[in-house]
């Protein structure tokens, strides 16, 4: 619908797994975004990449290593989670300029037991 | 730092009352943004202002900017059960051009 898709769409884990979120933009767009919403908080914005390069990341747990290899494709790998991890994952695409209009993706569940 | 606070957190209004949310930010904003987040969904754009006390309508969705573009209000007239999810703001910071969003308004209709 919005051109933005993720995959899983939910994931439950154990604090010692590894996995990776994966998003991808048919937009065209040249900047992407991951974020975090829990159930008691704002949109947490984690990292920004434009055009591939990581621009922004806003004190995040080196837990969470983003990856993006092209100006389409963005994950986050994650690793040895904390059950306060537990949140909404959502990726987002803009058009880098006046307005960064952001384009969201249905977001992963995410469930560290 | 830069903080975009909304207000209510939660509204709950009866099906047909008007509804407002408020989107205050501690520095001046070069745009301002809405989105709306269906439960269970993610956040979708609902309109972008940028000029200082600019009003835009939507259907019976009215949203101010501010004279100063330090805040915004979305007004919703004869709320309908369709309007339920949460409403965020969201601009860019005019010095550092940082890209923030507020905190969000629940709002809930009952029928």
């Known amino acids: 619908e919005t051109g933005v898709t993720q995959t899983p769409r939910h994931l439950v884990m154990g604090m010692t797994n590894k996995k990776s979120l994966k998003c991808e933009q048919h937009l065209g767009h040249n900047a992407m975004y991951w974020y975090k919403q829990s159930a008691k908080k704002p949109l947490e914005l984690m990292f920004v990449?434009?055009?591939?390069?990581?621009?922004e990341n806003n004190s995040v747990p080196s837990r969470f290593s983003p990856e993006c290899p092209n100006s389409s494709h963005l994950f986050l790998h994650l690793h040895t989670l904390q059950p306060e991890d537990s949140a909404l994952y959502l990726c987002a695409s803009s058009q880098p300029g006046a307005t960064d209009t952001q384009y969201f993706g249905p977001g992963t569940r995410l469930t560290v037991l | 730092g830069q903080q975009v606070m909304q207000i209510p957190q939660y509204q709950h209004v009866q099906e047909g009352e008007d509804f407002t949310t408020y989107c205050n930010s501690s520095t001046t904003l070069s745009n301002i943004q809405w989105y709306k987040q269906r439960p269970g969904g993610h956040p979708v754009f609902l309109i972008q202002l940028v000029k200082s006390g600019e009003v835009k309508k939507q259907k019976r969705l009215t949203f101010q900017f501010g004279e100063a573009k330090k805040n915004s209000s979305l007004h919703i007239t004869a709320t309908q059960t369709t309007d339920v999810g949460t409403y965020f703001c969201a601009g860019h910071d005019s010095g550092t051009y940082k890209y923030i969003f507020g905190t969000g308004t629940r709002l809930k209709v009952l029928a």
């Open positions: 990449y434009n055009f591939k390069e990581q621009t």
